[in-house]
């Protein structure tokens, strides 16, 4: 592995003090606080101990964690954080999520074990303040809460708000009962779970234990994520939380109906949303077990799981198993702020931004923020419907891939970003597209070379995409908005279905898209091979780039 000079972004004037016998210039004149035109311990002339096992470290990490970049830079913001980066360039091809030129930033964390000596006079124990305990935690949680109810306009101040139909009473203390609550119109904080189910069973609500979870839930029969939520909410001042195995009944479909429509205002009215992002069940905890991280020579490497890119980031997607789950998808989306646990750190996102412990969290721009969707639904773009179209299409491309314990909650899963859309602008939704750019949304197309299953009893017409399992994509130039530069040579006529607003699943049986437009001749021959490349998106592709022009 080739590891290059690049500028170095932020440099920490505030560095430990050094054993500078063994260290370069470029670390003695960081420690005075002087801004270097680059920090790259790969280029060190002097091959100082420090720069060979920053580098080394680097290294051994790449290999570690299967990372493959084709030209790694090592940079570096201080004594104890680097950075990986490169350029990730797809294969050229024509459908959104493969976009070309994503930026790839690995970053790890160097801390020096107990006993070995330490010149650089590294942090001893454990990097950083999730895995110190749960104080420290809470501590830094209060500090970015606090941030948010004060200086960001977007979020809002975090008022009362009007309680869900059943929300658990937890009480302040750790002796206090913890019971089902029915508010009835009630006003009050309240905070949101996101997590994984899993397989293993745990604690529920059902319609014959509903009054007895109205008297008292034991303490000791949660599991240990509902546990650690509950500990968080007492530690911050509220007294009730939504957790929808126990808020909602499981085993009433009316009920669970009635809830799921009103999804998106449970979480968009929540003070904050607490979603253990590293656990892929509720008998894990919020709060991660330590890894003892890689030891190389005289330090400990430790990698720093961000969030994932919907793209290409398969490998957070595993180390944070909650970002694959359809319904967290707009859990997390239309919470107003989300406070993650991951492997190695506690993560924010709100809708002014991004942070975390070690402060080098970015944006994907592949990937629809809390921010994006609020522009996507404010007044500001209240009657763009070519923007709101585009915004959408690049939801169904994130969102289809993700998984779902039953495929039949494909459109109920999204309903509540859907019915935010609905309201803010209007428009009729049309079993997962728009009614005002329905043309453009059926352009879709499975992103596989198998064939897409199709569930039976139908979920949604054949023209939709929510009629099929697993991941879709659309053309390119139909994603992002520039709309105005393609001809569409072909009109709705007429649609027909049960109900065009139906955020759930209608009666595909009754559903039909009558079009006016022109024909292209082609043949359909079987090529012989088992994973033959996808001529049918190459033919559109190179179609529309002639033409502008797509039907």
Not at 134 to 162: M, Q, T, Y
Not at 379 to 396: L, P
Not at 468 to 488: H, I, K, M, Q, S
Request: glycine share 6%; charged share 20%; with cysteine.
């Amino acid at each position: 592995m080739s590891l290059n000079t690049t500028p170095s972004r932020e440099i920490d004037p505030s560095l430990p003090d050094f054993n500078f016998d063994v260290l370069c210039n470029v670390w003695k004149e960081t420690r005075r606080g002087k801004q270097q035109e680059y920090l790259s311990p790969s280029t060190c002339k002097r091959k100082c101990e420090g720069c060979s096992v920053i580098t080394q470290a680097a290294q051994v990490m790449m290999e570690a964690w299967c990372i493959d970049l084709r030209n790694p830079d090592l940079i570096s913001g201080s004594s104890q954080l680097y950075q990986v980066t490169d350029w990730f360039r797809s294969s050229p091809g024509v459908s959104f999520p493969a976009i070309v030129g994503s930026f790839v930033k690995v970053t790890f964390i160097i801390s020096a074990p107990e006993g070995i000596p330490n010149p650089w006079n590294l942090q001893i124990g454990p990097p950083t303040i999730l895995l110190r305990g749960f104080d420290p935690a809470i501590n830094h949680v209060r500090s970015w809460l606090s941030k948010c109810l004060g200086e960001h306009s977007r979020c809002g101040a975090g008022p009362e708000s009007r309680l869900p139909t059943r929300v658990l009473d937890v009480g302040s203390k750790m002796s206090d009962p913890i019971r089902l609550h029915e508010p009835r119109g009630e006003k009050s904080r309240y905070l949101c779970l996101s997590y994984c189910w899993g397989k293993a069973p745990f604690i529920s609500t059902t319609r014959e234990t509903l009054e007895s979870r109205k008297q008292k839930i034991k303490y000791d029969d949660l599991p240990q994520t509902f546990r650690d939520f509950i500990q968080i909410a007492r530690a911050l001042g509220v007294r009730y939380v939504w957790i929808d195995a126990l808020c909602i009944i499981q085993d009433d479909k009316a009920d669970w109906a009635y809830e799921s429509s009103r999804m998106a205002d449970v979480y968009r009215l929540s003070y904050l949303c607490v979603a253990p992002a590293w656990a892929d069940s509720p008998h894990r905890g919020c709060f991660p077990p330590p890894e003892q991280g890689l030891e190389v020579g005289p330090v400990i490497v430790t990698k720093r799981d961000h969030f994932p890119s919907p793209t290409h980031d398969r490998d957070t997607n595993r180390q944070l198993p909650l970002f694959s789950r359809a319904w967290v998808y707009q859990e997390r989306i239309l919470s107003p702020r989300t406070l993650y646990f991951s492997r190695h750190e506690m993560l924010w996102d709100c809708r002014d931004g991004r942070d975390c412990e070690c402060g080098t969290v970015v944006h994907h721009h592949d990937d629809l923020s809390k921010l994006g969707f609020d522009d996507m639904t404010s007044e500001y773009y209240r009657h763009n419907h070519n923007f709101q179209g585009s915004m959408w299409r690049i939801i169904v491309c994130q969102y289809s891939g993700l998984q779902l314990t039953y495929v039949s909650d494909r459109l109920a899963a999204l309903a509540g970003m859907a019915a935010e859309i609905h309201h803010a602008s209007g428009q009729e939704y049309v079993v997962g597209l728009w009614r005002d750019t329905l043309l453009v949304d059926m352009c879709w197309f499975a992103n596989s070379s198998e064939p897409a299953p199709r569930r039976i009893p139908h979920r949604a017409p054949s023209w939709s995409w929510a009629s099929v399992d697993g991941a879709v994509c659309y053309p390119t130039f139909l994603v992002f908005p520039r709309l105005n530069e393609t001809t569409l040579l072909a009109s709705v006529v007429g649609i027909q279905l049960t109900s065009l607003c139906t955020f759930h699943v209608p009666d595909p049986r009754k559903g039909f898209v009558e079009l006016h437009c022109l024909l292209l001749p082609a043949r359909l021959e079987s090529s012989g091979q088992a994973n033959p490349p996808n001529k049918v998106s190459s033919f559109i592709d190179a179609y529309s780039r002639q033409s502008r022009a797509f039907c």
